[in-house]
């Protein structure tokens, strides 16, 4: 209908918010130089090998250790050299094995933040100097500890190397996403006439092999079927069933035809289709998800705040308790003891399991988030999602499709409502009026045969008139019916005060039919709604749309609150109206027209990610439309902090109680900790701590899958 709008006053026109923001990868240890993610890869092989490496080198050092011979009971060869293995070999650990820990404490020292490398440098230093002491005949022999240290270099080695590696894990998401995009993409070129693209004309164009990364807007590239779509872009010719789980997280696929946008790293699972580059490198959706996850790994949240002055407590504590455990040693007369138990303290307070326990968390907790089609940009919004006490949905685009669809139909008396339908569909078939592709939709689903259609003509706020079979057929609203002087079908009343639109039918002059329309209502919604009253939060709905049919929505899927009539201006008042009455609110929209909501309410989460840069002001952007994916980032939500809290615990109420014991609190009664056996529980608690974290990963994050599991247990 080039130029004219014949259903005036109907603006169903869906929003696509995306976003694209500038991050970089961050590294929660402090004294390692990982930059990005890449990073990681390279610490995890560097860990794993001086792991193996220090783990032979360990064995003779400790084999050779007079103090470890006479625990086990057997007696070194009688041989000048043997007394001088351990020392040497020992030295070698201490320098090498434990570069990575002096390093890091050194780092720590510099920056006045004393944690975790610090005690494990200050343990290991204290233990050599001790070891290297007694070998020199400086010090007593009871002092002998080179196995004590070959022992606790290999388990901090080993807990860092299964730390590192549960951290690559964890940020995998950014390499698998990179993965997804072709090493080679096949661009259409023209040999000939330069209108060959657009003309299709075979004869003219040639296929180059190019890398994605050499193309630009406006190229043409072919993509095959199996093959993935190398940079966003137009789909120009052909029809493909696209699998768009990498963005969406919905396993099925979607058809996209001529006009439809499709998504670099997305597949075309059966035909090929030519794609016209709309976006290329850093400017694609898959670029902007990259960013988002990797902003997500390195924003700080609460709890890791927490973590991270916990860690500089504990450095204080562990301090004062070894130098408590020193003096009071000492004072007892026994300067040996007073070194082994004051080594014993400061190996026990080692922080690592502590500093461990929250970025761990949460960075599982993010990568299985975008695995299921949701992308925490926030991670203070990602806790705060499991306090949230009102979900306010923006109607249009989110609750709704956004696009309208037949909603109703009636045929006035003789007339058959099929062939109205025949009618208004052949009529409305050269239309692109939205209004009008859902009534030729609707003849669709029902089955129905639309017919050549002569003399189409449309008129702005009228409707369209076209020749049908020979007879004159006319499709609009309450202004057609005025200017032909006719009342509208009774039916069509109730329609209307409901706040559907309403269109008539006319045959040959006279009423055949009235059809309804109204913004169709996304089928998740219902069980989103439900499952969020399952887990106690109230769900309100905030429109632009007249009150009628904003009630309409809200009766149908049982929605508590409805705000109507609302300007997108006025949106943020309506959260701040929540806050008030002591509720923490989510606010889901769309992303454009509801930015200063989404910035304003507590968690802000963006529904249908993509690049637009208004989804800056969300927290949570949800990669597919489905409104149930918000129950799954509570679900999230409420299980992270479930592991924060069990790991924050374990890592530092293990320390609370072996800290004492290591200073021998217990040794009136004949109970002393060794210290080998501190080494061995400091680093199960990193263990325990990584494994319980890795629980996370059973988390099945599908929105159906979710919604499934909160009802059932409502159920």
């Not at 100097?129 to 007593?140: E, M, R, V």
């Not at 439809?260 to 075309?268: N, Q, S």
């Not at 006025?570 to 454009?592: I, Y």
């Not at 802000?604 to 990669?623: E, F, K, R």
């Amino acid at each position: 209908m080039s130029g004219h709008d014949p259903h005036a006053g109907h603006d169903m026109s869906a929003h696509d918010p995306h976003a694209g923001h500038d991050m970089s990868g961050h590294d929660p240890h402090a004294g390692h130089d990982m930059s990005g993610h890449g990073g990681h890869g390279d610490h995890v092989g560097q860990f794993r090998r001086l792991f193996w490496i220090m783990l032979v080198i360990a064995v003779p050092t400790i084999a050779f250790s007079p103090m470890f011979a006479s625990i086990l009971g057997y007696t070194l060869p009688d041989n000048p050299v043997i007394p001088w293995i351990s020392p040497v070999l020992g030295t070698v650990m201490y320098f090498w094995g434990g570069k990575p820990f002096l390093t890091g404490a050194w780092s720590e020292l510099k920056a006045r933040k004393p944690g975790m490398m610090l005690l494990i440098g200050l343990a290991i230093t204290v233990a050599y100097f001790a070891s290297l002491g007694a070998s020199l005949g400086l010090l007593s022999h009871h002092l002998d500890f080179w196995w004590e240290l070959a022992l606790l270099i290999v388990i901090m080695l080993l807990g860092h190397w299964i730390e590192m590696r549960s951290i690559m894990q964890a940020s995998s998401a950014l390499e698998a996403l990179a993965a997804l995009l072709p090493d080679e993409a096949e661009r259409v070129v023209a040999t000939g006439s330069t209108d060959g693209v657009s003309t299709g004309s075979t004869s003219s164009l040639a296929i180059e092999t190019v890398s994605p990364s050499e193309l630009s807007v406006g190229d043409v590239v072919i993509v095959r079927p199996g093959g993935r779509v190398p940079a966003d872009g137009e789909v120009i010719d052909g029809t493909a069933a696209m699998d768009e789980s990498m963005i969406t997280g919905e396993s099925s696929t979607v058809a996209r035809g001529p006009g439809a946008h499709v998504v670099a790293g997305t597949v075309a699972t059966d035909t090929a289709i030519r794609v016209r580059v709309g976006a290329v490198g850093d400017d694609t959706a898959l670029a902007g998800i990259q960013r988002l996850v990797a902003q997500a790994q390195a924003s700080t949240s609460r709890a890791q705040r927490l973590a991270d002055r916990a860690a500089g407590w504990l450095f204080w504590f562990a301090l004062g308790a070894a130098v408590i455990t020193a003096i009071a040693w000492t004072l007892l007369g026994d300067p040996d003891d007073a070194v082994i138990r004051t080594i014993t303290v400061l190996v026990i307070a080692c922080p690592h399991a502590l500093g461990l326990a929250i970025p761990l968390v949460v960075s599982i907790a993010t990568e299985r988030a975008a695995k299921g089609g949701v992308l925490v940009t926030d991670r203070l919004a990602l806790e705060t999602m499991r306090t949230v006490g009102a979900v306010l949905f923006d109607k249009t685009g989110t609750l709704t499709k956004g696009e309208p669809a037949v909603t109703d139909a009636a045929a006035a008396p003789g007339h058959d409502l099929d062939e109205v339908l025949v009618l208004a569909a052949s009529a409305e078939g050269d239309s692109e009026h939205p209004l009008a592709k859902a009534i030729v939709a609707e003849a669709g689903h029902r089955g129905l045969a639309t017919r050549a259609a002569q003399g189409f003509e449309a008129s702005a706020a009228i409707g369209v008139r076209a020749m049908v079979d020979g007879r004159a057929v006319q499709v609009g609203g309450p202004g057609m019916l005025e200017r032909e002087g006719l009342a509208p079908l009774a039916a069509s009343v109730a329609w209307a005060e409901a706040g559907s639109t309403v269109l008539h039918v006319l045959v040959d002059g006279g009423v055949a039919g009235a059809i309804a329309l109204a913004d169709e209502i996304r089928p998740e919604s219902k069980e989103a709604v439900e499952a969020l009253h399952a887990l106690g939060v109230q769900v309100v709905m905030i429109t632009g749309d007249a009150e009628p049919v904003a009630r309409t929505v809200a009766a149908q899927l049982g929605i508590d609150r409805v705000y109507a009539g609302v300007r997108p201006e006025d949106k943020a008042a309506k959260v701040q109206e929540l806050q008030h009455e002591g509720l923490s609110v989510a606010m889901v929209g769309d992303g454009v027209n509801d930015a200063p909501a989404l910035a304003q309410a507590n968690v802000g989460i963006a529904i249908g990610a993509g690049t637009d840069v208004a989804i800056a002001s969300a927290g949570v952007i949800l990669a597919s439309s489905d409104p149930r994916s918000v129950i799954s980032v509570i679900e999230l939500s409420r299980a992270s902090y479930r592991k924060m809290s069990q790991n924050l615990w374990w890592a530092a109420g293990y320390n609370l109680v072996s800290v004492p014991l290591a200073a021998g609190i217990l040794a009136p009664i004949g109970f002393v900790l060794p210290m080998s056996v501190g080494a061995i529980l400091m680093s199960l608690s990193t263990v325990i701590v990584a494994a319980n974290a890795q629980l996370l990963r059973r988390l099945d994050l599908r929105p159906e899958a979710s919604t499934r599991a909160v009802l059932d247990r409502a159920s």
